[in-house]
């Protein structure tokens, strides 16, 4: 459950704060209209992987990858909590549902989640994890999130 105390507040966080703009959809075309709506499953993508922070925690990747041979991760959770909050967004901000949409959403949430997972992952190993701060390193990942809007529009 430690995904929804950070992935899932940060998509519900987003949603509210674009409830609490009222109704301003109409007024937007089709581009902006789905980046509003796939804007909260960015939010939870963006978190990243919270079984990361679980496992610096005593160390507890090293042991994982002893004992084990690597780390447990969500593999199937991102997509199924993209396509969740992709299906709020776009019941509460828009009229239509598109199934398009929704598994683009699904799509987007899954990928961003385990690209910044393998991120934050990578810099495990280093002798002071702790400095390197991976979500800085998250705006880069705006541009495809542009891209990806006016190639669905």
């Not at 995904?3 to 519900?12: D, E, K, Q, R, V």
């Not at 987003?14 to 804007?39: E, H, K, N, P, Y």
């Not at 299906?87 to 699904?106: F, P, R």
């Not at 002798?127 to 390193?137: D, I, M, S, T």
């Amino acid at each position: 459950m430690m995904w929804l105390n950070t992935n899932g507040m940060a998509g519900l966080l987003t949603l509210g704060v674009l409830l609490a703009l009222g109704s301003f959809m109409d007024g937007l075309d089709a581009m902006q209209q789905l980046g509003f709506i796939l804007a909260p499953t960015m939010a939870v993508g963006l978190c990243g992987e919270p079984l990361v922070a679980a496992l610096r925690e005593e160390r507890t990747s090293t042991w994982w990858r002893a004992v084990a041979g690597g780390e447990p991760h969500a593999g199937w959770l991102p997509f199924a909590l993209g396509f969740v909050v992709t299906l709020l967004s776009a019941t509460a901000l828009h009229d239509g549902l598109e199934t398009t949409t929704l598994l683009v959403g699904a799509g987007l949430c899954g990928v961003v989640w385990h690209g910044v997972g393998w991120l934050q992952r990578s810099t495990q190993r280093l002798a002071r994890p702790q400095a390197v701060f991976v979500g800085l390193l998250t705006p880069v990942l705006i541009l495809p999130y542009s891209l990806l809007l006016s190639v669905l529009s």
